[in-house]
């Protein structure tokens, strides 16, 4: 018997006895579980490798510990069991604090970074690293209390978490590539199981896509802009920001180079319908303006942004209140990995670098898994003459 939901003191009091010993999953830590016995005696453990052999650690029983402070033990002994050697055991008393390698961090790396990404770093530093790890000198920051941090903010903000882990893995890396920590110094963030998330994002059904086109036709005199924006993302598959932040010099015929796209320059390639709708605003430009889409207050600027048009299209076309505006990019993935499209070719189509990131937007609809599923079958009954 074995299943994974989220281990709390309550499911641990719920959960009987069987004829046979299982385990309960934890679903936001792999390795962690409760076990229960026939006798009915129940356990908080934690399954890890150790010499190439996975073991079984006991935390304690749920009479003695809660599920929350057994879930933060198994998160510390995975990360006390990575821990090779300390930089503090390499490096002396000199190396700064936390806090002030930071600054160097701020100015010699995340200076470098567009403006959106130097914004989520400064937040995570400040929100959550800073206050815990400020006044830590860099080389006295081990595992165990990297994994404690993560536990605790992963309780709250288990994405959020996530990612301030990746910027503070960076900023040790940072400091051994610059010679502040020595390259032997072993990387506390490194090791740290990531925490689980549900998938976000989702593509719009052949319904809710005629409803959309219907509520864009019915808005094309009125919002012109942001309707020709929309209809763009649709045909294109770009970020918001890319079809926003687009200048005339960078349409060519036939295509787009993006010169300051999430993953740096890149080329999009335009079908007809989309061509047509940069070939009109071409002719209707507004003269002096660099961009495609210019604020109506000052042209010198593009539109900051389409999402109160979006939930205005969002109630006319009747769409799911949690339909962001960004699952337009999702649907043109999924409708070209639908229409014969490799993940690859899909990639290239999006300006993916990783073809792990493709896979996160080809989500398949219900009737496309279904007319699969019946091909699938019929090749089995065809092969096999099974009777149905």
């Keep these: 018997m074995s299943n994974r939901i989220m281990l709390t003191d309550r ?7 069987a004829d046979k010993e299982y385990l309960i999953h934890d679903l936001a830590l792999k390795g962690f579980g409760l076990r229960v016995r026939p006798s009915g005696t129940k356990s908080w453990i934690l399954r890890l490798a150790i010499d190439g052999k996975m073991r079984r650690r006991t935390l304690g029983g749920p009479r003695t510990i809660s599920a929350e402070d057994a879930r933060a033990k198994a998160h510390a002994l995975l990360a006390d069991r990575q821990t090779d050697v300390s930089a503090a055991e390499i490096i002396g008393p000199s190396v700064p604090t936390f806090k002030a390698f930071t600054e160097l961090y701020l100015d010699r790396k995340v200076a470098l970074q567009k403006p959106s990404g130097q914004r989520s770093v400064k937040i995570y530093l400040r929100v959550t690293l800073l206050p815990v790890f400020g006044d830590m000198p860099l080389d006295r920051i081990q595992r165990a209390d990297v994994a404690r941090w993560f536990h605790d903010y992963g309780e709250r903000r288990p994405g959020g978490a ?24 072993v990387n506390p963030a490194k090791g740290i199981r990531l925490n689980r998330q549900a998938p976000v994002g989702r593509i719009l059904s052949d319904v809710e ?15 012109p802009d942001q309707v020709d924006a929309v209809r763009l993302l649709l045909l294109t598959g770009c970020r918001h920001g890319e079809i926003l932040g687009l200048r005339w010099l ?17 080329k999009v390639l335009l079908g007809e319908p989309a061509a047509a709708i940069l070939t009109k605003r071409r002719q209707s430009r507004q003269i002096g303006s660099p961009f495609v889409f210019p604020r109506a207050d000052d042209p010198s600027r593009p539109r900051p942004s389409l999402q109160s048009f979006w939930l205005i299209m969002r109630r006319e076309a009747e769409l799911p209140p949690t339909l962001r505006l960004h699952d337009l990019r999702h649907s043109y993935a999924s409708l070209a990995v639908m229409n014969g499209e490799t993940l690859y070719m899909t990639g290239k189509l999006l300006g ?11 989500h398949l609809s219900d009737d496309y898994l279904l007319e699969a599923a019946e091909r699938v079958a019929a090749a089995i009954l065809e092969r096999g003459g099974l009777a149905t």
């Design 11 to 17: 499911v641990a009091t719920l959960a009987q006895a």
């Design 162 to 185: 996530n990612r301030a882990l990746a910027v503070l893995g960076n900023m040790f890396i940072c400091a051994r590539n610059w010679g502040i920590l020595p390259e032997t110094a």
């Design 352 to 362: 993916h670098r990783h073809a792990g990131s493709t896979q996160r937007y080809a």
């Design 250 to 266: 960078d349409v060519h015929p036939g295509h787009l180079d993006l010169q300051d796209s999430k993953t740096g320059p890149r």
């Design 209 to 223: 896509f005629r409803r959309l086109a219907a509520a864009l036709d019915r808005y094309a005199l009125i919002r």
